[in-house]
Structure formats: structure tokens, C-alpha cells
């Protein structure tokens, strides 16, 4: 019994004697061009790099590239987002060497969801994809479609529920391969 107590009071001792090992927090520096009231989302670690989706009002879309210290690399325009019409909504489907950024917008009365294939530097890859439009006869503040994807990445479905009817409530769903084809 003393045996036992002598040797958990030495092991004790070695113990609260090692070296503690820290959790090593790294994070981005405040950037010039951010605001308040700018939204971000981050896409995902894309090639190694990480990625952060950032609309200011609106008027830009950017994609700010980051390092795994967390410094900025690069900033990627994402001109083809109009810019002039309501953004509603934004997901990112990472994978390892590139993400889809599906969107939502409100042009007039019609909302667009629509899908852009983004690489490891913010660009966009090949053309802009439209995936679905909704015609609406009044300015909806809410999102229309909901994006979800599988947990193995093979499948990603588009659907929207019309509850316009309060007895019937319409399912419309896109169920899409990893490629996007329907």
C-alpha cells in the first residue's frame, strides 16, 4: 500500500513536470475594404488554401484567398454575380480542388438559383450554371430554394415548397450528380 502511494506521488510529480503543450490560435488580419455591414461565408480549404466569400451591400463579390497562417494571398473578383439585383442567399459545397458556390437572386420578380465552380484561387471555373427560376408576383424577403448536399459529395438537391395553397403544399425538388447534370 505505501509501495502504491510512493509510486503514484512520483508519477505525479513526472506528470506536473512535462512540458505543457498549447493550442496554437491563428487567425486573419482586419482588411481596409471590410465593413460592418458586409456578409462573408467561408467556402472552404480548397487546394490548401482557405476560402471567404464577402459581399459588401451587394455591390462587390469578392472571394479573399487565405493561407494556413491565415494571410491573404489573393483577392478573386466574382464579376459575373450581378450586382445591381438582390443577392438572397449563398452556399458553398467544398470538395477537395474546387467548390460550388450556388446563389440565390431576385431579378424583378424572378429568383435565380444558380451555380458557379470556384478553384483554390477564388476563380471561377468555366461557365455559370443555371439551375432553377421561380416567378413571383410580390418582393420576397425570405430565400426560395434550399441546397443541400450528400454526405459522400456524389449528389446535391435544389428544392423549393410552394405554400401559396394552405392545403396542398407543392414539393419541387433537382436532384444533380457532383457534376451538376441533372
Same mark, same amino acid.
Given at each position: ?9 512520483? /508519477? !505525479?510529480? /513526472?506528470?506536473? =513536470?512535462?512540458?505543457?503543450?498549447? %493550442?496554437? $490560435? ?8 471590410? &465593413?460592418?455591414?458586409?456578409? @462573408?461565408?467561408?467556402?472552404? +480549404?480548397?487546394?490548401?488554401?482557405? /476560402? $471567404? ?12 484567398? /487565405?493561407?494556413?497562417?491565415? %494571410? ?5 473578383? %466574382? ?13 458553398? @459545397?467544398?470538395?477537395?480542388? @474546387? ?6 437572386? %431576385? #431579378?424583378?420578380?424572378? $429568383? ?5 465552380? $470556384? ?9 455559370? #450554371?443555371?439551375?432553377?427560376? &421561380? ?7 425570405? +430565400?426560395?430554394? &434550399?441546397?443541400?448536399? =450528400? ?7 435544389? @428544392? +423549393? ?8 403544399? #407543392?414539393? &419541387?425538388?433537382? !436532384? ?7
Amino acid at each position: 500500500n505505501m509501495v502504491g502511494r510512493i509510486l503514484g506521488l512520483a /508519477l !505525479l510529480i /513526472l506528470v506536473e =513536470s512535462l512540458p505543457a503543450q498549447g %493550442q496554437k $490560435i491563428v487567425y486573419s488580419e482586419y482588411d481596409k475594404d471590410d &465593413t460592418r455591414s458586409m456578409s @462573408f461565408e467561408i467556402a472552404g +480549404k480548397i487546394n490548401g488554401n482557405f /476560402l $471567404i466569400y464577402k459581399n459588401n451591400r451587394g455591390n462587390r463579390h469578392i472571394i479573399a484567398v /487565405l493561407n494556413n497562417e491565415m %494571410q491573404e494571398i489573393a483577392v478573386a473578383e %466574382q464579376d459575373y454575380i450581378p450586382n445591381n439585383d438582390r443577392m438572397i442567399n449563398v452556399d458553398f @459545397f467544398p470538395y477537395n480542388d @474546387f467548390c460550388y458556390m450556388i446563389y440565390q437572386y %431576385q #431579378k424583378k420578380n424572378v $429568383i435565380y438559383c444558380v451555380a458557379a465552380k $470556384i478553384d483554390g484561387n477564388g476563380k471561377k471555373i468555366g461557365e455559370v #450554371k443555371e439551375l432553377d427560376t &421561380t416567378h413571383i408576383g410580390f418582393a420576397a424577403n425570405n +430565400k426560395i430554394y &434550399t441546397v443541400l448536399c =450528400s454526405e459522400d459529395k456524389t449528389r446535391i438537391i435544389v @428544392f +423549393k415548397i410552394n405554400t401559396r395553397d394552405k392545403k396542398i403544399y #407543392k414539393l &419541387t425538388t433537382c !436532384l444533380m450528380d457532383d457534376k451538376l447534370d441533372l
